[in-house]
């Protein structure tokens, strides 16, 4: 076994990989771009060695620093993690050239099947079904055109080197196959720095099924069951689980050893996954067809832990060192369920834009955060974080907050589970999925199995539903938290104290408070007897209510026959006057208006196109005095590796763009001068 490591990667698998190393007496090496210099997976190592600028280009992708900070530390091994360099086969062979052990795969290996292309031949050879596509090296704009219309519509097209749903683009009508290539293979060369692309035939309602591979440098090679990731955003995983609900065992066998075949036919070494799509509806229902292999740990590996009760990264650091498996394919059994919610910076309800910001306040479940003694037995709720409270989520990598895992002894166990831990995630600071995600556990298709890529679009309505009227409790917790500052600030300054004494009368409040955009008012009685509200003038009903309890962040509430106790967490900054409420596994978020502070205040200018997310624009698609029609691309901006499109927003006049390809822009920055028709 090794002495010392140094984990070339940041975030949650780089402080679960110290977690696992720290188990095993094995000393770590952090790495970190200057926005990470106090991030949780520096201080986690025992060492850490500073690569560059933020940009992953300028850090986390500069393979030569990563060597020279392993050599400067006398690291004998690299682990690569996940993203970044964990596929890339000239830095598996420089780790190798310079005498440093590269924790996975060897470089041929990692060149057979970093290329989509050239593993479906592969494939192909092996006798493993392949959707029908084009894989071909020629990559002429034409000929691929013409492929595709062989193919048949809908068509996907997707990056050669890519993963993540980076550089994939659904191409529903021959009309829009110019586009989607030249967007694709943009997206392709920003983020692996290659262009080639693969046609595949788009199937509308396939399962994404892998199978967790896993071999040692002496032949022997074994498969950990199968992972279901069917439910995606813009083709990245939401939700993950072990095992697939409906396999049965002969197919579970026959994808397991379609598996195994794949990774000793390139000599594979070291953790892997063998991805697969299943046909859903029709008379080929069940059958699958390879799709690509994974050659590093995957972001879901921490549901194969839980199923089989064994520490994978563990087993990437035995295998490297040289040892064999520590089982045979007959020693290892399914034990339970388990799910893996990606918890992301992100705002569901624009698209699942990325969303930065600083993690204000971060509350989780009652939960076991790994750290090497999680696995067996299994713990019913497990946090793999890379980030803390007072964090920030930044722009330049992926926006992933945490990973929230559970264990039930069935899948319906694991489900309750999920559903009651997402109901204690509280996070403040930066938009977030945790409310989509509870919705996404409630949802019937969801619940009974039903699954295929596509369910969340087909679960629109459900999963994105109008926000509810504001019942009377959350108005009555929102008046609380007002009560408790007062309070808070009386004590402090008698000069502070919000009402005054009147002789022979009560005091009444008025607060006005905003929520997604409707303006409530409520009436806060201070009488002789207690506290009362009213959500209308002198006419409305009068609600007795009192404060229980109050610990911190914590309050309970009476507000008529109703107890109730929920998290109230003011906003931070200029946000100060927000209050955020989680109460029964729901957030809403209340804005305290004061007439005066807002007096000064107006809407945006109109006519302007905003961008929705900090980036840079890549792509100026209209110039100034183009007339256009609603819909059309006007800019491109690339944000966290992905691109968004700006659209004009109806027919009508680009009157100005306001911004050059390559120039960097805030959320909320005026993009273009608009003037509708």
Aim: proline content about 5%; charged content about 25%; overall charge negative.
């Amino acid at each position: 076994m090794f002495n010392k490591i140094l984990i070339a990667n940041r975030g949650e698998i780089a402080c679960r990989v110290a977690a696992t190393a720290r188990k095993l007496g094995v000393r770590t090496v952090a790495v970190y771009s200057d926005a990470d210099a106090s991030a949780r997976h520096v201080a986690l190592c025992d060492e850490a060695v500073r690569l560059g600028p933020p940009p992953a280009r300028e850090s986390y992708l500069r393979g030569d620093l990563i060597i020279a900070a392993a050599r400067a530390t006398d690291a004998q091994a690299i682990h690569p993690g996940y993203g970044f360099l964990s596929e890339n086969k000239d830095f598996a062979q420089s780790c190798t050239d310079a005498g440093v052990v590269f924790i996975g795969p060897p470089a041929k290996a990692i060149f057979a099947m970093g290329s989509k292309s050239e593993a479906k031949a592969l494939m192909a050879r092996a006798g493993v079904p392949l959707v029908p596509g084009y894989h071909g090296a020629d990559q002429d704009p034409a000929l691929l055109k013409r492929e595709a219309d062989r193919i048949g519509y809908p068509v996907l097209i997707k990056a050669s080197s890519g993963g993540g749903g980076k550089g994939m683009r659904i191409v529903r009508g021959a009309g829009e196959f110019a586009a989607a290539l030249e967007s694709c293979t943009r997206e392709a060369v920003a983020s692996f720095g290659d262009a080639r692309v693969l046609l595949e035939k788009y199937l509308d309602r396939p399962r994404h099924i892998e199978i967790q591979v896993f071999a040692d440098s002496h032949g022997h090679c074994v498969y950990l069951f199968e992972r279901d990731c069917s439910v995606q955003r813009r083709h990245q995983k939401v939700i993950e689980e072990a095992p697939a609900p409906g396999m049965s065992a002969e197919g579970r066998h026959a994808m397991g050893k379609a598996a195994v075949a794949a990774a000793q036919a390139v000599g594979y070494v070291g953790a892997g996954t063998v991805e697969f799509i299943a046909e859903t509806v029709g008379a080929a229902r069940g059958t699958f067809y390879f799709m690509e292999m994974n050659t590093r740990l995957q972001v879901e590996h921490p549901v194969t832990e839980m199923i089989v009760g064994h520490d994978l990264v563990a087993w990437q650091l035995h295998v490297a060192s040289g040892e064999p498996l520590p089982v045979t394919q007959e020693d290892l059994q399914i034990r339970g369920h388990a799910l893996e919610a990606r918890i992301y910076a992100e705002n569901p309800d624009r698209g699942f834009l990325p969303a930065i910001g600083t993690l204000h306040y971060m509350a989780q479940p009652d939960a076991v955060e790994f750290s090497g003694q999680t696995i067996v037995p299994p713990a019913p709720v497990r946090i793999d974080a890379g980030v803390r409270a007072g964090d920030a989520i930044s722009a330049h990598y992926d926006p992933m907050i945490a990973k929230l895992i559970t264990w039930g002894e069935d899948r319906a166990q694991a489900l309750a589970r999920m559903r009651a831990a997402l109901a204690d995630v509280h996070i403040v600071g930066v938009a977030n999925n945790v409310d989509f995600l509870g919705r996404l556990m409630d949802n019937a298709s969801f619940a009974a199995a039903d699954l295929d890529t596509g369910l969340i679009e087909r679960e629109r309505a459900q999963l994105f539903p109008p926000a509810p009227p504001l019942a009377l409790e959350w108005l009555a917790l929102a008046c609380a938290r007002v009560r408790l500052d007062d309070d808070a600030a009386a004590n402090s300054d008698p000069w502070s104290h919000a009402h005054g004494w009147r002789l022979n009368m009560s005091y009444e409040r008025k607060l006005e408070f905003t929520c997604g955009g409707e303006s409530l008012t409520v009436w806060l009685d201070y009488g002789r007897t207690g506290l009362a509200l009213r959500r209308a003038a002198a006419e409305g009903e009068r609600v007795p209510f009192a404060i229980t309890e109050a610990r911190g962040t914590r309050i309970t509430v009476r507000a008529g026959e109703r107890t109730c106790t929920a998290d109230v967490v003011h906003g931070s900054g200029r946000a100060q006057d927000e209050l955020h409420l989680f109460l029964d596994g729901r957030h809403r978020l209340l804005t305290l208006r004061d007439p005066i502070a807002h007096a000064g205040e107006s809407a945006a200018a109109d006519g302007s196109l905003a961008a929705p997310m900090p980036g840079k624009v890549i792509a100026v698609l209209a110039s100034a005095g183009a007339r256009v029609a609603r819909g059309a691309a006007l800019l491109v901006m690339e944000a966290m590796k992905m691109e968004h499109t700006i659209v004009a927003p109806a027919d009508g006049t680009v009157d100005e763009i306001l911004y050059g390809v390559g120039e960097q822009v805030d959320e909320g920055a005026a993009l273009a001068r608009f003037t509708r028709a």
